[in-house]
C-alpha cells in the first residue's frame, strides 16, 4: 500500500463514547435531578487578600491566553507586577495541590502574567461628577485609587514624596522590586484617568494648603492611605549617635540615590522583611560584616522564611535570642553593640514568647553602623487639626469597612492598622473604594459585601460592580481537595523560581536577585494547576454521558438535553474541579 500523510479529513471528530441513540426513550420524564455547571471558589482565591480569581486566570492561560489571564488578575488587583515579586503568597499555602505533591507557583505565576501579558485597557465608563482624594500613593492608596476610576470617579492622589509608589518605591529595594514594573503599573492608573499630584503633603490646619479640611471641601470623600513611613525608635544609650540609622529612613535614601556610608561591620536590629531589607542592602553596600540581631529564634522571625534564607545564601549572619542593650560610642563614632542573651517566656499579647533577658549574658558585637528596623508607625500628626482620631500609637481609627468618625473619610493600609504587607494593603484599598461607592450612592456596605463576598475568605470580587457577571456562580462554596476528581491528575514537581547566583563574598548588586520563570517552565505550571470550581471545557462530562444528553453549547459551555437525562451523576463524578452539581427537577 502506498505510503500517503494523514490530513485533518481522516481523523474523527470527538464523540461522546456512548454511540447509540436514545431519543427514543425520554427518560429524562421522570428524573428527579439535572446536572447544573455551577462555577466556585478556589481554596487559594478563598485566601487571596485581593480576591484575584486565580483558577480562572490559570483556566485561561492553559488555552494560551496569556493577555486574557492578566486581565483577569487586573480585575481586582491593580499591581500583578509587584504582587508578583513581593507577595507573602497566602493563596499559596492554601493551594489544594499541595495534598497531592507542592502547590502550585501562583506568584511566579501573577509575575509572567504581568510581564509577558498585554493589559486590556478594560471597559470605559461614563465618567461620575464626583470627586475623590487619596491621600497616599501606596499601595492602598493606588488601589482605591484604581477601583475608584475604574467605578467612574475622578481621583486625585496626593503624594508626598517625589515618586509615586509610598513604600513600593522607597522601601523595597531595587533587587526585590524594580522601580521599572513599579511605574510602568501606576502608568496604568495614568491611563485610567487618576491623577497623582506628587511633591505635595497634607499639612496640618492652619499651616498652609493643602490640609485635609481643605481637601475634604474640595472633594466628596477622602481615602487616607498614609502607609507607616516613621521608624520605631530603640531606646538605648548611645542612639543619637553618627553611625545609628533608622531602617525605614535608610532604605528611603538609597531609593532616592543619596550618597549613604554603611560601614566595613553592620548591625541590623530586627527580624521583620524591614530588617531582611535593610541587611542585604547594607550588604550590598559594602557592608564585609552584616549581622542581624533579633530578640526571639528564628521560627518567630516575622520575616519570609525564603527572605531568611535568602540573607544567608548572601553571608549574613544572624544573632538569635539576643537584643541591644547600649550602643558603645568611641571619639564620637559606633565602636560596638552592646547585646543581652534573651530566652522565651510566656507569650506576650501578639501570641508569641516573650523575650526576656538572661542576667550576666552580656556580650558585644564590634560593628560601626547600626541600623534599627524595630516597627513602623504613620506619620499622621496633621489629623488631630482635622477630627480624625488616632489610636495612642499613631494608628487612624477606622473600622473593617475602612470608615472613620468624620463622614466621607475612609482610611485603610498600613495607617490604618492593617496588616504591613502589600496584598492586605492592597485588599485595604479595594475595601475603601467600595465604602466610598456606598456612601456616595447612600448604599448600605455591609449589604453590597453579603452580595459580593467570596466564601469566608477576607477579600470579594469587585466584578460584579462593573459589569453584569458571570452566571451560574456561587463564590460561597470553596471547593476542598476532597471534592476534586484527580484520577487523570499526574504527579509533577513544581516549577520554582530561582535565585540569581550572587557571590557570599561580595553581593554588590542591585540587580533583581530572582528571575521569573521561562515560558516552557510556566507551561508545566499552569498544566499542574486543578483550577479548582472553574469549567475548562475538558468535555469529561460531554464525553462519559451515557445518554448523550450533554451538548457543547454554541456560546461555549454545555447544555444539558433534559428530556434524555435520567439523572445518573456521573458526569458529576467525573467533573475534575466539581463545577457539576446535581439540582433537583427540570
Known amino acids: 500500500m502506498a505510503h500517503r500523510d494523514i490530513t485533518i479529513e481522516d481523523i474523527e471528530p470527538m464523540i461522546p463514547f456512548s454511540r447509540g441513540s436514545t431519543e427514543i426513550f425520554l427518560t429524562g420524564q421522570w428524573s428527579a435531578r439535572k446536572p447544573g455547571w455551577v462555577e466556585k471558589t478556589s481554596p487559594c482565591r478563598s485566601a487571596c487578600p485581593v480576591g484575584n480569581d486565580i483558577a480562572r486566570a490559570f483556566a485561561a492561560a492553559s488555552k494560551g491566553r496569556i493577555d486574557e489571564a492578566l486581565a483577569i488578575f487586573r480585575e481586582e488587583n491593580p499591581l500583578p507586577g509587584v504582587c508578583g515579586r513581593v507577595c507573602y503568597h497566602p493563596c499559596e499555602a492554601s493551594c489544594n495541590r499541595k495534598d497531592m505533591d507542592e502547590a502550585i507557583n501562583i506568584r511566579g505565576f501573577e509575575r509572567y502574567l504581568s510581564d509577558h501579558g498585554r493589559p486590556a485597557a478594560g471597559p470605559v465608563r461614563p465618567v461620575r461628577k464626583e470627586k475623590i ?66 511633591g505635595t503633603r497634607v499639612v496640618p490646619e492652619g499651616a498652609g494648603l493643602p490640609s485635609l479640611s481643605a481637601v475634604m471641601r474640595d472633594y466628596q470623600a477622602v481615602f487616607i492611605a498614609l502607609g507607616s513611613h516613621r521608624g520605631a525608635l530603640l531606646g538605648v544609650e548611645g542612639e543619637g549617635s553618627p553611625g545609628v540609622r533608622e531602617g525605614i529612613a535608610f532604605l528611603r535614601a538609597v531609593a532616592l540615590g543619596e550618597k549613604v556610608r554603611v560601614g566595613r561591620r553592620a548591625a541590623v536590629i530586627g527580624g521583620g522583611n524591614t530588617a531582611i531589607d535593610c541587611a542585604r542592602t547594607a550588604r550590598r553596600l559594602g557592608g564585609n560584616r552584616v549581622t542581624i540581631v533579633y530578640r526571639r529564634s528564628r521560627s518567630e522571625m516575622p520575616a519570609l522564611a525564603e527572605d531568611v534564607a535568602a540573607i544567608e545564601a548572601e553571608g549574613i549572619g544572624m544573632e538569635l535570642l539576643a537584643a541591644p542593650a547600649r550602643i558603645i560610642v568611641k571619639a564620637g563614632r559606633v565602636a560596638g553593640l552592646e547585646c543581652v542573651r534573651m530566652r522565651l517566656g510566656a507569650p506576650d499579647g501578639t501570641g508569641r514568647p516573650a523575650p526576656v533577658p538572661v542576667p550576666g549574658s552580656e556580650f558585644v558585637l564590634p560593628v560601626d553602623t547600626v541600623i534599627a528596623a524595630v516597627g513602623q508607625a504613620p506619620e499622621a500628626d496633621f489629623l488631630a487639626s482635622s477630627g480624625v482620631a488616632t489610636t495612642h500609637r499613631g494608628m487612624i481609627e477606622a473600622s473593617n469597612t475602612g470608615a472613620t468618625g468624620i463622614p466621607g473619610v475612609f482610611a485603610g493600609g498600613d495607617a490604618a492598622g492593617g496588616r504591613a504587607f502589600v496584598a492586605d494593603a492592597i485588599g485595604s484599598g479595594k475595601m475603601g473604594a467600595l465604602s466610598i461607592l456606598c456612601f456616595i450612592e447612600g448604599r448600605d456596605v455591609g449589604a453590597e459585601l453579603e452580595h ?60 533583581e536577585a530572582v528571575k521569573g520563570l521561562p515560558p516552557d517552565r510556566m507551561e508545566a505550571e499552569v498544566s499542574r494547576c486543578f483550577k479548582c470550581g472553574t469549567c475548562t471545557g475538558c468535555d469529561l462530562c460531554f464525553l462519559l454521558c451515557p445518554d448523550v444528553s450533554i451538548v457543547k453549547a454554541k456560546e461555549g459551555g454545555y447544555d444539558v438535553r433534559t428530556d434524555y437525562c435520567k439523572g445518573c451523576g456521573m458526569c458529576a463524578s467525573a467533573c475534575p474541579r466539581q463545577v457539576i452539581g446535581m439540582g433537583g427537577g427540570r
Do not use: W
Open 133 to 198: 482624594a487619596v491621600v497616599g500613593s501606596g499601595p492602598a492608596g493606588l488601589s482605591a485609587a484604581y477601583h475608584l476610576a475604574r467605578l467612574g470617579f475622578r481621583v486625585t492622589i496626593f503624594e508626598a514624596l517625589p515618586e509615586a509608589g509610598g513604600m513600593l518605591m522607597y522601601g523595597i529595594p531595587e533587587y526585590r522590586l524594580p522601580k521599572g514594573v513599579l511605574r510602568k503599573e501606576i502608568g496604568h492608573l495614568r491611563k485610567l484617568g487618576v491623577e497623582i499630584r506628587t
Open 452 to 511: 459580593l463576598r467570596i466564601g469566608s475568605g477576607p477579600s470579594f470580587s469587585f466584578q460584579p460592580l462593573l459589569e453584569a457577571g458571570r452566571l451560574g456562580a456561587d463564590l460561597s462554596d470553596i471547593v476542598t481537595y476532597d471534592r476534586l476528581n484527580t484520577i487523570c491528575i499526574p504527579f509533577a514537581k513544581r516549577n520554582e523560581n530561582f535565585e540569581r547566583r550572587v557571590s557570599a563574598k561580595a553581593p554588590t548588586t542591585f540587580e
